[in-house]
Nanobody
Framework: QVQLVESGGGLVQPGGSLRLACAAS????????ARWYRQVPGKEREYVAG????????NYADSVKGRFTITRDNAKNTVYLQMNSLKPEDTAVYYC?????????WGQGTQVTVSS
């Protein structure tokens, strides 16, 4: 079955960097777009970034543009989110997402905390 497993979260100081990874299995990863979302308790899940089947087409939320970079390695069935110049307001649980045949699939999430 479709599985998405995130990793790479943690505690980082403001201005620091983290790289999240999402390992996909159970489907033809290279055929589908992949996205990162984030969620803070009590708020709706927020779109962060997306990448189409190739890294030539990417999209970002205004709040992360210029600081975050989404990439994918289709040979490794993995999508990455490089996060630089992190701010306290980036603190959230980050989720990997893909949409296959009219259904959304989500990973379990990885916590990112930006704090001094």
């Amino acid at each position: 079955q479709v599985q998405l497993v995130e990793s790479g979260g943690g505690l980082v100081q403001p201005g620091g960097s983290l790289r999240l990874a999402c390992a996909a299995s159970g489907f033809s990863f290279s055929m589908y777009a992949a996205r990162w979302y984030r969620q803070v308790p009590g708020k709706e899940r927020e779109y962060v970034a997306g990448v189409e089947r190739t890294v030539d087409s990417t999209n970002y939320a205004d709040s992360v543009k210029g600081r975050f970079t989404i990439t994918r390695d289709n040979a490794k069935n993995t999508v990455y989110l490089q996060m630089n110049s992190l701010k306290p307001e980036d603190t959230a649980v980050y989720y990997c997402n893909t949409f296959i045949v009219r259904r959304d699939y989500w990973g379990q999430g990885t916590q990112v905390t930006v704090s001094s």
